[in-house]
């Protein structure tokens, strides 16, 4: 599949050459020897394991770590392509905030009629607990990783919106320093905007949605599930690059009706807590009894105004893959402009027709579950076999509201570097957005996972997909 | 600094310090071995009683020979204090407290655990021995290397002394303890070859043989042994030079944070016994109660800095 399709490649015109923003990374590869290169590559791969730069998979022994391939060629795009970019995905990151205070508040969307009411109050992601209440600054999402991909020279589309906890950050710094690591000629070259930046920025942006409540410098810290968490690299290398305490919920209690960690010298109230565990375990009293993930009591005290927690809980509910179908809708409603950034087209299969239409052409379709992430529980009709197929109508016909189905999208390729040669494979594009109460920035870039199988659209790291340094050209 | 953090370092640098002492007891066990051809099984049997393994090693075999031995005190998963399980452990520990450590730290303990992983893998061979004891060694020349040019002398690194402080006390203490009987004064044995073969031993687990010639030329009495494995601070492995540092350090931290706790009197406590003590008094009290006592205490400062530095709660 894929491979027998006409698809855009990124760096290659198909026999008219090179396009712009490849160009001076085309001349440079050209005179590289190829053995150089896949001694590089070899060096990259032992970069990252000695510095511990892994992932555990679920499902695997606790012991399992394993690295994300990573690959040399740089997926590069033009300082025009990005300015487009962002300006649409800060429009959607906006727009997101706004529905999510609305559906939590006034609930004026729903009143209007643009979303059906049963998609919010019959949903799981929507958090009762979150009614009637602002979270400081008015921003739920204070850090999102909008999935992009590409069909052709103008079409970007929105794959998902990742507004609850986006990871994958860590990779997009990482591959950044392994590249001026490992060919720092390239960028005395070619001038390339800096990522760099981003712990810092982090720091500050979530420092500045500190509550009412914290006076003077506001105290951040990362909440972790712990060293078996498949992110925990992650979690601890954020913490490290913004020099702030990485807890885990048995670092923290109740006092004096704040959030205070335990120190060597007693405990310390945190202000501003960027959690990196989910809604149903972050309070045992609240969500999930049995959580031991989360802190006791950690609700009321937000609810109070005492602590921002950084996704806001409940931001979910815009993850969900039906209420993405309605994201255009949610755009223009609450920012009066069209969206800059395409939607997939999506058939909700809670919808009779929509489910006739996607049970009819299983096998061109992708089918998604509302509340999915990361690739498991998909379907790609055009790679799956007879018996997958039928297995999924069953599915689908016993619990349609759970399923949405989009095309299967012509995916952008960018070349790998694979025995001494390029290859195309195809890629999506997962920039990473900071929100503050009076700021939207946008690092420059972000992370490129990349299908390392010819022809596969699955780029998930989890499924065996790899990663590239992503350049946005400075100007 | 998070209390669970404190308590990550402290035991980090604890299973570092084990991990090598284990190796240096196996290293000469092994030389003994070599050089003597009877009693091996006995000497074997007091390397695994001084790992403090005995109860374990027991209820997987029933003799004390060196392919055993070697392969349950480097290799064997199932024993906590094996060096493969304590390089694990060491490193889980830095994971955690990833954020505490320089990346240089890091990395070293890091490597350290795939370089022993790897070397580790299969049954250790004798012939393969000294280069697997050896890399073990630079492995962690490395890492203590790394923490002395890159760390911030703060807190955390007081954390980290203190764990390699009292680990090493305990050790250096426990091999007197094993041995203390040879150790005795008994004008019957010696310069006999049998104690110089024993002395030797305690000497080498403890990497004290060059130094102890160094200073003692050719005399080699149990006193002389005793007292420099106790009193002599300049040892880096002496009962002695670990209570220095661990007071110290614990200083360092009393006076960060500007509070005194109740370890830092028993700490005190513990050093001023080895100061108002000479080899004379040690051996009147007799040996034995003497180390006993200084494992004990030893162990009860460890406990009082886990309560007092607020490690799990």
């Known amino acids: 599949m894929g491979s027998d399709r006409k698809n855009f490649d990124e760096m290659l015109f198909g026999n008219e050459g090179v396009r712009q923003p490849y160009d001076n990374y085309e001349k440079w590869f050209c005179s590289e020897d190829p053995a150089r290169l896949t001694k590089k590559s070899k060096e990259a791969e032992a970069f990252f394991r000695r510095t511990g730069i892994t992932f555990n998979v679920y499902g695997q022994a606790a012991a399992q770590e394993r690295l994300i391939p990573f690959d040399l060629v740089p997926r590069i795009l033009s300082s025009r392509e990005w300015t487009r970019l962002s300006k649409g995905i800060e429009q959607r990151v906006r727009a997101i905030n706004a529905f999510l205070h609305d559906i939590y508040n006034r609930q004026e969307i729903l009143r209007a009629g643009r979303v059906p009411i049963e998609l919010i109050s019959q949903n799981a992601a929507f958090l009762p607990q979150m009614i009637g209440m602002s979270p400081p600054g008015d921003v739920y999402t204070h850090i999102v990783g909008t999935d992009i991909v590409r069909t052709g020279e103008d079409d970007f589309f929105v794959l998902e919106d990742n507004a609850r906890t986006p990871s994958g950050v860590s990779y997009m710094l990482e591959n950044r320093e392994t590249m001026l690591h490992m060919f720092p000629e390239l960028f005395s070259q070619i001038k390339v905007q800096p990522v760099s930046d981003y712990p810092k920025n982090l720091r500050k942006s979530l420092a500045a949605c500190a509550p009412h409540s914290c006076e003077g410098k506001p105290t951040v810290a990362v909440l972790t599930p712990g060293i078996h968490n498949s992110a925990y690299f992650e979690h601890s290398f954020l913490a490290d690059q913004m020099g702030v305490e990485l807890v885990e919920g048995h670092d923290l209690r109740v006092v004096d009706g704040h959030i205070a960690m335990r120190t060597t010298q007693g405990y310390k109230v945190i202000d501003v807590l960027y959690r990196r565990v989910d809604d149903e375990y972050l309070d045992p009293l609240n969500f999930k009894p049995e959580s031991m993930l989360g802190v006791p009591g950690i609700m009321d005290v937000y609810r109070a105004g005492n602590i921002t927690i950084a996704n806001a809980p409940g931001t979910g509910i815009a993850d969900d893959k039906a209420i993405y179908s309605y994201m255009p809708d949610i755009i223009e409603f609450y920012t009066g402009e069209k969206a800059i950034l395409k939607n997939v087209e999506t058939w909700r299969c809670s919808e009779p027709a929509s489910l006739q239409y996607v049970l009819e052409h299983l096998s061109e379709l992708v089918v998604k579950e509302v509340h999915g992430s990361g690739g498991y529980g998909m379907l790609v009709g055009p790679a799956a076999s007879q018996k997958e197929l039928s297995a999924f109508t069953a599915k689908l016909k016993s619990n349609p509201g759970n399923y949405i189905a989009q095309p299967t999208l012509s995916l952008s390729t960018v070349p790998i570097f694979t025995k001494k040669q390029l290859a195309p494979r195809h890629v999506d594009l997962r920039p990473f957005v900071l929100v503050s109460p009076n700021k939207v920035s946008i690092t420059p870039g972000g992370l490129t996972r990349v299908a390392l199988k010819a022809g596969s659209l699955v780029v998930n790291s989890s499924q065996g997909g790899g990663t590239k340094d992503t350049w946005v050209l400075e100007d | ?313």
């Open chain 2, 1 to 313: 600094m998070l209390g669970k953090t404190a308590g990550g370092l402290y035991w980090m640098f604890r299973f570092l310090e084990r991990g090598e002492n284990t190796a240096r007891l196996v290293e000469a066990g092994f030389r003994i071995a070599l050089t003597r051809s009877t009693d091996s099984e006995t000497e074997w049997k007091s390397v695994v009683t001084t790992a403090g393994v005995k109860a374990g090693y027991s209820a997987k075999y029933e003799t004390f020979n060196a392919a055993n031995v070697v392969d349950y005190l480097l290799r064997d998963t199932t024993n906590p204090s094996s060096v493969i399980s304590v390089t694990e452990k060491a490193r889980t520990n830095a994971r955690m407290v990833r954020t505490a450590l320089t990346t240089e730290v890091w990395e070293s303990v890091n490597e350290n655990w795939m370089t022993l992983k790897s070397a580790l893998k299969k049954p250790v061979k004798e012939t393969e021995l000294p280069a697997i004891l050896g890399i073990i060694r630079q492995q962690s020349a490395l890492v203590r290397g790394a923490l002395h040019g890159t760390m911030l002398r703060n807190d955390i690194f007081d954390f980290a002394m203190i764990g390699t402080a009292l680990e090493r006390a305990d050790n250096t203490a426990r091999i007197i303890d094993v041995k203390y009987y040879t150790l005795l004064p008994s004008a019957s044995f010696v310069g006999s070859s049998i104690d110089n073969v024993q002395w030797e031993t305690v000497l080498r687990s403890v990497s004290a043989h060059r130094a102890f010639r160094w200073l003692n030329e050719s005399e080699m009495t149990s006193s002389t042994i005793v007292e420099f494995l106790i009193l002599d601070a300049r040892f880096p492995r002496s009962l002695a030079f670990c209570t220095k540092h661990l007071v110290a350090n614990l200083g360092y931290l009393a006076k960060d944070y500007g509070e005194r706790l109740p370890c830092h009197d028993l700490a005190d406590s513990l050093q001023s016994k080895l100061k108002k003590n000479d080899i004379g008094s040690i051996f009147e009290t007799g040996l034995h109660q003497f180390i006993g006592d200084f494992i004990r205490e030893n162990n009860a400062v460890g406990a009082q800095i886990e309560l007092d530095y607020r490690f799990n709660g």
